[in-house]
């Protein structure tokens, strides 16, 4: 696979499904095994019809969600992208309800494909801050 097909797959992905919200096109650009990672679950996310899943829950709570790519570096199969999004939030998410804020976020993913196909993701970005944007507040520290 070329570096403009694995760029391709990614724009893919973060224009039709993240900015759209069309999950079918999980179906033309990734495995039926994908796998994404993010480091606040204990175990990757696999499976394509369960990444669907967990994306409409994530997407219902943020309906506006946008993303923008700052930044991509491409090989024959991975891609590195480093983004910044904007979105309100209309539903529950973590548990809290919706709360009408507009947050902004910044991350980094990481894709790898196999056979022309996203195969697994890496998605990195600052919780806190999300979650602090939400009106999360974090317990004293205790002495």
Avoid at 87 to 95: D, E, L, P, Y
Avoid at 96 to 115: E, K, N, Q, R, Y
Wanted: overall charge neutral.
């Amino acid at each position: 696979m070329g570096t403009s097909t694995t760029a391709y797959l990614v724009t893919q992905v973060m224009g039709d499904l993240v900015n759209v919200g069309r999950l079918a096109v999980l179906d033309q650009v990734a495995t039926e095994n994908l796998c994404v990672h993010v480091p606040q679950a204990d175990t990757p996310l696999c499976g394509r019809e369960a990444v669907k899943r967990a994306f409409s829950r994530a997407r219902a709570a943020f309906p506006d969600a946008y993303v923008l790519i700052d930044e991509m570096l491409s090989s024959s199969d991975q891609a590195m992208v480093r983004w910044t999004g904007r979105a309100t939030h209309r539903g529950v998410f973590w548990g809290m309800p919706a709360t009408g804020t507009l947050v902004t976020l910044s991350g980094i993913m990481c894709f790898h494909s196999s056979d022309g196909r996203i195969a697994e993701l890496r998605l990195f970005f600052d919780a806190l801050s999300l979650y602090q944007q939400l009106g999360g507040s974090l317990p004293a520290a205790s002495a």
